[in-house]
């Protein structure tokens, strides 16, 4: 029962959340009490097991099927980025043609390009649909809000964000859970290296395109950016399989592209080219892909990535020309620049600066708090959810109902304006955008609250930015958008329905900073527009962390180079305020969804410890000629993913390591019977039947299962050779190595399971295997309770 | 005499420039025909040596001094960016406080301040310095002009020139010569671990910075912004070293720094720093920083080198605010943005694209042979230049009167152009800038050719990205130009002249794109100055092969972002054309100065071999208690850097890897001379007189020296204990590891030795050590001369 509480305790360390971590590799110190007293007798922790011995211990029996039980929850799979230089891969390797290799990056530019058009088209439909619903939304209402129909202005409203939430909150809640929220955080897991159940399915593609369309036009306060990142990751690994395997779906000329390096890549690419599509900024697409979601990088990738945003940018381009005569119905106002605020000279001396750097601080203590709230409401949302579909409904139509109210409520608090005289516009505004709407005002008046509540959150943010002195916002009014955005923006993130916090933020932070602009008037001569767009700055630094790429996403939304200085020294001084206080928000949701994301650097507590003082033996391993039944009992009995093979006499002098065999090659090899009575080398002949794709990798929870086996009785007493699809380099360190050091290699490589080999000779010739668990903080200060975290 | 054969083939692989490997680990395979018969007789390659040993071969002795004596040429070293964890280092960092680790953080950004103001200043300095000479110079030739005394003008231009390019050529050829060309494939090498011999030298920084003024103004086709990154770096590495330790001027609280490690995030900032002061592109330069320069990345860098060079974009902005009075003499013309080309709007259509992508595969098979002709020029300048600073000088003199003759006789080809009537500006132009020169013609005329070759590289520049109708260049004009530009461009690179790529690549490339724009303007509706600098990028694309900072300069260079996807397109075509000719002009140099540098990923031809096929047993090793008279033979007879260290009975039970000590921590050692006389662990005395600082690693040639000792004969005979300043974390491989995984593992932490161990037991604990240079293309396949090199 011992085993029952370690998995109790696991379980809380990770967060309390719906997910589990797939414990490949921690159940191997289950047994340690039973070992063998073998002839590996240096050290109590270096003991080898054969399967067959660990397959009569009963206890074992139950705990790893309890743990397969367990697992089925939410499972979560460590990527693998090493290559996997076995002997069926470097006879593919030295075969291999020019024509292959052309081939080859001839297919990775264009899926780059694929992706690139998908994702541009993608993005332009969801600004086309968005723009339509929710304008034809605003003008219904403001039909009867010219007729002074007031209920029934709010029913109109009401309904129609209503049932647009209810049909995003079901996608969402039925067919794919995986598709709630900014997706953002997931993808960033992805790329570290942590593969989340159904995270890139074509499910949770089509659910965020068209959860975040009516999300966005049910008047939520979110974004379609988060999602737009999400859905370009989803296209990318979807181009990337080939198709959808489920649904029948897949080119067979794909197949190089099965493994988990080049899925990176290609995620990657549509990581950047969702933010490109998304704000139409293709740098700072590329940015964010290098800044926020990418873990590992290099320079080939740079250049793909931006030829991928800079197809997207074209198509963008492309299809709003085609709009730009009025036939995508209410849609094709803007340009390829979001908010113009060209108009604003920036010139600006000392006490601007000073003035700058208060609304820098400012910004950043309000981002921090604005991250504390959400992961509190996150964690409440998530207790709510767990109930089931119908909670999530519920939660989704409650605040639903609630934005409704304040939308239409809160400009009631606001007074009437007399229209300025001689203004080149009209006024009140008639139809669905600008700036000046007359709400419930009398004729020639116009109620600058409902300019920021009663329209979309695209164009309250236009509002926002604004320069010049002739439209100008109360003071009390933009206290009132704040506040309430601020508080909107925090309660609709972790409702079941795709949600940017990207909008939100900026929307929070435009007002914020237009507010600060106002009061602080006496103090500078900066533009009004130029403070909404510093306070946005301040409030992106403060919650997202983000330094570069924010400022070139703000640059080329506002097309606006000369501020660069200004938005750069306030993006610097909330990140800093913000740090001193928590984690950016994605990291903090990636921790609370209890995904093992691994630093790129090791903590400080790691160099006081070595790798054999984490690493959990004795574990299965194999001899290089191995028994069926051996290998179908320790697949059966454990869920590990790589088991180290021996080399043993009489194929060698002594115990030597050969290298690691996967478990995904285990269950082809073993599928396709190649089988011998005797205990003998028959490499040659599998190498001949075996192509290295045949071991290509499919997507999580696709591949061949223990299930699709049909060993016969009399085969379980079998041979089969293990040495063609062993790994023969896998990457090792001595078991003194500083756990520090092995944490670096661990992750600048991308491994996903590390040997750990003795020191000292005489001794068996592997001591255990350092997988990413085994690197966690949870784990390693749950070991060692009295190592100072930060020290 | 079989090593000095293999000393001259090496030298000639590597080039046949002044420059020189030390080959710090491969003389070790000198003696492998002496090999004792010990008892490490598993197989003929992993046996080891005792130095006393290895003492008695005299012919081994003999090379090595040969190696020492030639490497005196112009030493080369590897940088080591591992962290060595010996007890010593582990004791600072059990002890350290957190005042101390808070004291380092604030460091790092107080001098990532530094670096930033510091190339900001000299940013300005050069600008100013520049444009004042430059001008004065012009203004005199003009006045000359004006009273039509034609010779007496060519006369004051051309000696003018003459006087600059001779400052500069002496500075460069007496003082520094490493000052000499652009500095950024040094840096780039330095960047990826290589440091060249003062390189980044104080001196270097002088003449850097005032030979570049000089070089610029006297009129030669170069640019200040190669010489401004390498300047850059060069105030990185002073201030991270405290100063300059030859001019004794140190700062001792920035001990912290001194090491490999935190230098090359300095130096990264330093190179960012330096694009951004050159180009006043402050995000560009963390892209250049990013993609052309750094060869290891992280997040928190990226943090760190925004930070930079928002500084120096703030430093450049505020000082040129203060020239805007007139107070700067000749400068204070443009603004922050240097180059405004907003006034074309860029609309464009299918048969735009088209020629676009024309321009770009024209634009790429150009810069490809201008990368061919540049690297042919610099291999005939290595010649003369290798004769004595003399020569260097006389070749400065040389190409300095072919400009003068060219910019002073080639606008006579030109005819005289009468001046637009209506025009805002005065025509023709009196004084040093604007577009209307009047040279040689009659009044109310102007020669369109002068306002090209008659004005500062910047004002050229300006000129041809001019936009709209009414300031045409002739076809002829620009052909001329952008021949003699090419040429002028190619044959200038390579003299004793701090000289920057950039801006002869945009000039030519700007005039190429303005022809080309003229030529087919039958087909497009675009506009001349978009086409210049769609010509601009093509070239840059072409030769620098950089892709997204390059866009985000010119981006920055000319506050145009809606012409975005286009510079983009050009951009990746003329990259993919050049790509398939040849390399990046800065890989082509660093390729041409023999500089070893590791690309990221592995060559193919790797994956056929394992370590040990290229590692280069036997090695000296020592024992954990050595005696000091050993350690001096083997510092003295070998230049190795690093010496594993084997712990033997008594001290274990069997021969094993106790780990890696490096050279200059045994000088160290050694120095304060705690010895005793029989062979005992004395370890915590040790510990007890040393704090990790004393271990720090000074510049290259500053550290201790073997020469600096001063050990007595008796104590020849005494032991010292290694195991306090042992790294006993080194990372390792198996001897069977593939060669294309180590290469990876040994790019991607850093590494300046991988050891590597035996995988069979019952042999002694280490095979080789695997160093930089055992992974170059040259070596490997000297050594297996039938493996494809592209497969």
Redesign the interface.
Known sequence: MKNMGEEERDLEIEGGTMMMMEREDRDRDRDRDNRLGSDDSVSSKDSLRQPLLLLKNNRMNNTSQLAIIGANICPIESLDY??V?NDVF?QD??S?TKVEIFQYVVLKWALALLIGLSTGLVGFFNNLAVENIAGFKLLLTNNLMLKKKYYQAFAALASCNMILAIAAAILCAYIAPAAAGSGIPEVKAYLNGVDSHSILAPSTLFVKIFGSIFGVAAGFVVGKEGPMVHTGACIANLLGQGGSQKYRLTWKWLRFFKNDRDRRDLITCGAAAGVAAAFRA??GG??FA??EAASW????L??RT??TT?VV??VL?SFMELCRGGTCGLFGEGG??MFDVNQAKPVYSTPDLLVVIFLGVVGGILGSIYNYLVDKVLRTYSIINERGPICKVLLVITISFLTSCCSFGLPWLSKCIPCPPNLGEQCPTIGRSGHYKNYQCPPNHYNDLASLFFTTNDDAIRNLFISGFDKEFHLSTLLIFFVAIYVLGIITYGIAVPSGLFIPVILAGASYGRLAGSLLRSFTVLDKGLFALLGAASFLGGTMRM??SI??IL??LT?D??M??LV??VL?IS?TVADSFNKGVYDQIVKMKGLPFME??AE?YM??L?ASDVVSGPLVTFSGVEKVGNIIHALRMTRHHGFPVIDEPPY??????CGLVLRSHLLVLLKRKKFTKQKAMTGSTIMRNFKARDFAKPGLGKGLKLEDLDILEEEMEMYVDLHPITN??P????E???L??AA??FR??GLRHLLV?P????RP?IVGILTRHDFMPEHILGLYPHLDPH?
């Open positions: 090493e290559i230089e470097k390797w030295r291999r293709p740098v590329v940015l290098l800044e990088w290099r320079s080939a740079l250049w931006f030829f800079a940018a074209v381009r390829l620049i330094t570069v400022c070139v640059l080329e097309n180079l000369l660069l200085p750069m020294l610097l990140k790129a650097h400080p160099r006081h070595v060698s002098a002594a115990p030597e390591l023969s380099s990457y090792t360190v001595v003194s190595m500083s520090a050091k670096v290699l600048e490589l080999v020191k000292t000779p005489g010739p020290k």
